[in-house]
């Protein structure tokens, strides 16, 4: 089965610190995905990768980057955390065939409060 | 834009009863579809997908329902078991630009003894 491994599960940090949040998946997938959940919200899509150094903006980038630099890695970043950056983050990556959608397999998130 | 949405926020069944978890999508050229469990503290996990091109599909204990008429998708848990208790989101593949998964908001699924 494929693994998607965040590195950390629960983060405190503080307000305006740099925080890295890592994910690694071990299948050779192409396409990996950051999430943040958040009550009522559902998922949120930050950032997304389809190759190495490739990035791509969701739907709520501001405050984070990214940084592809190996195929398995997938690191998201805040350069200067906030509190409304408190939430659940999830990592997922996927491998679908050239012109197809497949469902992503999803680590198993890493909560982060920013105090 | 895209939007994914859940009829009910919370659902409680007990034990043994059938459950279904109701999901109204907004895009009509979307071809792909999945739900997702989520047990507390992990991530959510593949549990069925259907493409537009069916209309049911069955798994283990689980089916899938599909109306493209009226853009609904349903998830129907037989024999609700306590372990079944978790939120279930849907999601619906985006047709514009790169394809990729929105999700719905979730819906969570209480199940007594």
């Known amino acids: 089965d494929v693994k998607v491994t965040q590195s950390s599960r629960y983060l405190v940090k503080r307000t305006g610190e740099k925080v890295f949040l890592e994910c690694v998946q071990d299948m050779d997938h192409e396409n990996m995905f950051w999430y943040r959940q958040d009550p009522g919200l559902g998922l949120r899509l930050i950032y997304f990768?389809?190759?190495?150094?490739?990035?791509e903006k969701g739907d709520i980038p501001e405050g984070y980057s990214v940084s592809r630099e190996k195929k398995e890695r997938f690191s998201l970043i805040l350069e200067s955390a906030s509190t409304n950056q408190t939430s659940m983050y999830l990592c997922?990556?996927?491998?679908?065939?050239?012109?197809?959608?497949?469902?992503?397999?999803f680590g198993s998130g890493t909560r982060l409060t920013v105090v | 834009g895209e939007s994914v949405g859940l009829h009910l926020p919370t659902l409680s069944v007990q034990e043994g009863d059938n459950s279904i978890i109701n999901c109204a999508y907004s895009?009509?050229?979307?071809?792909?579809f999945i739900w997702y469990k989520q047990e507390s503290g992990k991530g959510p996990q593949f549990i069925i997908d259907i493409r537009s091109n069916m209309d049911k599909r069955q798994g283990q204990r689980v089916t899938v329902l599909l109306n493209k008429t009226v853009k609904h998708l349903s998830l129907q848990i037989a024999a609700t078991q306590p372990g079944d208790s978790a939120v279930y989101f849907c999601a619906e593949n985006s047709k514009t630009g790169f394809q990729k998964l929105v999700f719905g908001t979730g819906t969570r699924l209480l199940v007594s003894p």
């Open positions: 895009n009509s050229a979307s071809d792909y």
């Open positions: 990768s389809y190759d190495v150094k490739m990035k």
């Open positions: 997922a990556s996927s491998s679908p065939p050239r012109g197809q959608i497949y469902g992503y397999t």
